[in-house]
């Protein structure tokens, strides 16, 4: 068994505008199971963050506890990494953010970690819009611990084992949206083409960004009555729009405004182009948003791409006034002004 | 684009980059993994099976094979695979070698052959037709067999010992050596009772330069080629101290190594093109320069000064090479002379082939350039009992073309006194091809890919080795330097293959090939395939692997190209729609058999590597 990826890379690989060749982003060898729908996430995310030319080290990566939380390891080594609690990753999040909140924020939890044991903190986050892509590698099971059904799988569906989930899944996208979340997406880990363009849209999104990816657990949830297999998914997942992401700089070209498309402007002057797949889907309109999430559910369908966004929305950082500074680059002075700075405060209370 | 058939032979056979390059298509992976294996001997099989000489080529050969190699293409250097195959010849066990030779069989054919030249186009010959019970005459004009390895290789490059093995393997079967005996009538020899003759007599006229001087100053004019018989059969044994060689092929290197050893004080190499231009190998021109002997490019021969009656210098016109767009070379003088102190001149500027022993009337046609017709399949002449081969079928070449060359001619004569057709009845190449799986991400192929850098072999000192021209210059590998070298190699014949109807499309193996290698899309014309996948494809000479149409309708292209051949594809992927499958290629020798599939059947170990274990 091979541990080690040879260095030896394509000479004519592509670099981007750091004038880094994708190699830079990588991580080591996945220990996680053969054909894993989470390493395709993580090479997508090495493919967004190489494509949007963001420096590695200017990204954060962190997560809970489960295969998904394992996953940042094996993409961008050189980012700073927290592999926290279950369930606790947006704690820990809300601190680093909070801290310096010039870094990239990519949070990687699966479904237990975010639709059990870390609801709480899920819900909080979502209404708190901290600044940062929460991607939720979903496999309706856990893996880890043989794959008993998880609180995403489907009702209905049914087991390795042959047993019947008798329970209602949480539905993330539908949650979220109804929590406040101003960035709503869903994907499928075995199709890039869509992933990559919302991971970029999601890391550049000022705000909480979720993207629930379906990601089959190739050893516990890829059989026939598993609704969360590649096969499955492949054949019931309805996009809702197709996504490109547009730099500032790159003008639009007339391949990417034919047909009928809606550019959303990100507040960093990127955009978000949308080729809608039906002229009645607004994906800036959250009741329209809602309204699809269902109606594509009571038909079967798992509704796909870039669900809802609100570009506009004030982030964690400028709801409570945070310094824009990394608290590491200010002085001793400032971080801790002394006894009669907190007299101050108090006395501002009384 | 159509789907890829991997069941044509020819498709994996190219992806054996060092294998589709030689001309005899050697199995070199297959051999140098087992110098990997410390299993010498069974690697000196595999390469005598395919190519006679390994001691010999291990030394002498223009490895055709390096520039293809795949390694060459991820980094700077492609493997060292000639000096590999003479660590196989170096080390061999000669007990074990000489136990696993063909037995040859009393009870004989019937069918006698006559073999002109002891080449090595003629000795393959004879290697592979006396296991089919053939009685093989061999005549040559010297006094023991080896052709121009023996008179025109020197000595410091090719130890006599090692050609003389080599060349007794073959003449050991049984073959009637003629030698000492100058065959001057194609009609005489017709005459006998043979039923086929191969003529392997090489390219035996060396070019001459007819330029002012010539005539006066020739006691201290040689011919490269000839001169280089007259030291290596020590007819010759000194030369004058200062010594300009004309000429920058292997030819003009190996005199002036040997004008060095002989006497030589000055001695220059001139060459009419730019040093980059020359013919001689790289490795040639390196060992050249590395024995101080200076090359200057750009200088064409206008005069030799001859003074009293003797050869005192030569003048030269300084020329400029530029190259149009195709690449179409002219030549222009600067008007600049220069001149060179000389005591003697060794022109090394070619040769040509000559058969001044066949008579107009032997029913053999001869074309273009008084060269006899040969059919480049089969090498028979239009003379349907005569075969010619090696250097003497189409010019000159090098020894790995003279075997290959053999080996077609031998199947040739064996399917014509078969009464066979030569030209449709010739047996197609031996293939196999199977799976390495020896567990979950257990292969039978050493699958990690090692990132040293091309080992150098060491060099006897310089002092020495001008001392004595028979002192071999060059020591070969030791076993560690070996075995570092043989890691390098990249198990091109390890294929990848692709079973489509196990593919569940995860990406798996997309995102772990190092070199971007696999692509999943949908399908096109070649050109814009190739510009849209994970890496460009732009190197066309390799091929694109493509699969039948998957389930989502895209389908799997894998560009051939910088594959690593290291197993991560196979290994990432959960339902085992990607295999690492050995693929053996032999061509097939004469007697309708293809050469042994797997050395491991053939023979009865290796002592060595018994006694390492």
């Known amino acids: 068994m091979s541990f080690y990826k040879p260095t030896f890379r394509h000479p ?90 010039e870094l990239h924020y990519i949070g990687i939890s699966g479904d237990g970690d975010t639709a059990s044991i870390g609801m709480g903190q899920f819900a909080h986050v979502i209404r708190r819009n901290l600044n940062m892509m929460y991607l939720v590698e979903n496999n309706g099971c856990y893996g880890l611990t043989k794959g008993q059904d998880s609180a995403t799988a489907d009702e209905g569906s049914k087991s390795k084992k042959g047993a019947i989930n008798p329970f209602e899944a949480i539905d993330l996208v539908a949650l979220s949206l109804d929590l406040g979340a101003t960035f709503v997406a869903r994907s499928f880990s075995g199709d890039k083409e869509q992933l990559i363009p919302l991971i970029k849209a999601a890391i550049s999104h000022k705000g909480f960004a979720l993207i629930d990816v379906i990601s089959p657990c190739v050893t516990f949830n890829n059989h026939q009555g598993s609704t969360k297999s590649y096969d499955y998914t492949r054949e019931h997942a309805q996009a809702a729009s197709v996504v490109d992401f547009v730099p500032t700089m790159q003008e639009i070209t007339l391949e990417q405004v034919k047909g009928s498309t809606r550019e959303v402007e990100l507040h960093n002057g990127d955009s978000v182009q949308l080729r809608k797949l039906s002229d009645d889907y607004d994906p800036t309109d959250r009741k329209v948003a809602v309204n699809a999430v269902m109606n594509q559910k009571a038909e079967g369908k798992l509704l796909t791409g870039l669900i809802y966004i609100n570009p506009e929305a004030d982030d964690f950082h400028q709801m409570l006034n945070v310094s824009d500074k990394p608290l590491n680059q200010h002085d001793q002075q400032t971080l801790c002004p002394g006894a009669s700075a907190l007299q101050e405060i108090n006395q501002g209370f009384r | ?66 520039p293809a190699c795949r390694r060459g293409r991820i980094e700077e250097q492609p493997v060292a695979i000639c000096r590999l195959k003479r660590v196989a010849a170096d080390h061999k066990d000669d007990a074990n070698v000489a136990s696993r030779m063909p037995v040859i069989p009393t009870q004989k054919n019937g069918r006698k052959i006559a073999l002109v030249g002891a080449g090595p186009a003629s000795l393959t010959v004879a290697r592979d037709l006396m296991p089919l019970g053939y009685t093989i005459d061999l005549y040559d004009e010297n006094a023991k067999g080896g052709g121009f390895m023996r008179s025109q290789i020197p000595a410091f490059r090719l130890p006599e010992e090692i050609l003389d093995e080599e060349v007794n393997y073959v003449t050991d079967m049984g073959v009637s050596t003629i030698y000492n005996h100058y065959v001057d009538s194609m009609n005489g020899l017709l005459a006998k009772d043979y039923d086929a003759v191969f003529v392997g007599t090489g390219a035996p006229r060396g070019r001459d330069l007819q330029i002012p001087g010539r005539d006066q100053a020739k006691a201290n004019i040689h011919i490269g080629i000839d001169w280089l018989e007259s030291v290596a059969f020590e007819h010759t044994d000194r030369i004058g101290k200062k010594v300009v060689i004309i000429g920058g092929g292997n030819t003009a290197m190996d005199c002036c190594r040997t004008a060095m050893r002989i006497g030589g004080e000055q001695v220059t190499v001139t060459v009419r093109s730019t040093y980059e231009a020359m013919k001689a190998s790289p490795w040639e021109k390196e060992d050249t320069l590395g024995e101080g002997i200076p090359i200057l490019p750009n200088h064409s021969p206008r005069e030799f000064i001859v003074d009293d009656g003797k050869l005192v210098a030569m003048t030269f016109d300084v020329v400029e090479s530029s190259y149009d767009e195709h690449g179409k070379r002219t030549i222009r003088e600067t008007g600049d002379i220069i001149t060179i102190e000389c005591t003697d001149v060794i022109i090394a500027i070619g040769q040509d082939n000559a058969f001044p022993w066949i008579e107009k009337d032997a029913g053999i046609e001869f074309g273009e350039w008084d060269m006899p017709v040969v059919n480049k399949q089969t090498f028979q002449t239009t003379n349907e009992k005569v075969f010619i081969g090696g250097d003497a079928a189409f010019g000159p070449e090098n ?83 070996a075995f570092t070298e043989a890691e390098r190699c990249l198990n091109c014949d390890i294929q990848t293959v692709f079973i489509e109807a196990k593919c569940i499309e995860c990406d798996g193996c997309t995102d772990i090939c190092p070199t971007n290698c696999i692509t999943f899309t949908a399908n096109d014309e070649e050109a814009s395939l190739r510009q849209k996948l994970s890496a460009p494809a732009l190197n066309l000479t390799q091929d694109l692997y493509i699969s039948q149409d998957l389930p989502t309708g895209r389908i799997m292209v894998k560009d051939e190209d910088l594959c690593l051949h290291c197993g991560l594809c196979a290994e990432r992927c959960p339902t085992s729609a990607w295999d690492m499958q050995k693929y053996l290629y032999t061509v097939t020798k004469a007697g309708d058999r293809p050469a042994p599939l797997l050395v491991e059947q053939s023979g009865s170990g290796d002592k060595q590597s018994d006694k390492a274990a």
């Open chain 1, 12 to 101: 004519e690989s592509p670099k981007n505008k750091l004038g880094l060749t994708t190699r830079a982003y990588e991580g080591p060898i996945s220990t996680l199971c053969a054909g894993c729908g989470h390493d395709s996430i993580s090479a997508a995310i090495v493919q967004a963050v190489w494509d949007l030319g963001i420096a590695p080290h200017r990204v954060a990566k962190l997560s809970g506890i489960g295969c998904s939380s394992k996953s940042p390891s094996y993409f961008l080594s050189k980012a700073s990494g927290f592999n926290s609690v279950h369930g606790r990753m947006p704690a820990v999040m809300t601190g680093a953010n909070v801290a310096n909140g």
């Open chain 2, 1 to 66: 684009m159509k789907a890829t058939d991997i069941s044509d032979p020819e498709y994996f056979h190219k992806v054996v980059d060092c294998q589709y390059a030689c001309p005899a298509h050697t199995p070199v992976p297959e051999y140098i993994r087992l110098i990997g294996q410390r299993r010498y001997s069974d690697a000196y099989m595999v390469n005598w099976e395919s190519n006679v000489f390994p001691g010999v080529l291990g030394r002498t050969c223009d490895r055709p094979c390096e």
């Open chain 2, 399 to 481: 020894i790995i073309t003279a075997v290959a060359h053999g080996h077609q001619a031998a199947i040739s004569i064996d399917l014509y006194l078969s009464g066979k057709s030569v030209s449709q009845q010739r047996p197609p190449a031996g293939i196999n091809l199977a799976s390495t799986k020896m567990g979950i991400h257990e292969w039978a192929y050493d699958s990690e890919v090692i990132e040293d850098e091309r080992q150098q072999s060491t060099h006897v000192p310089v002092e020495k080795a001008l001392q004595d021209r028979k002192i071999e210059s060059e020591l070969g590998f030791d076993i560690e330097t």
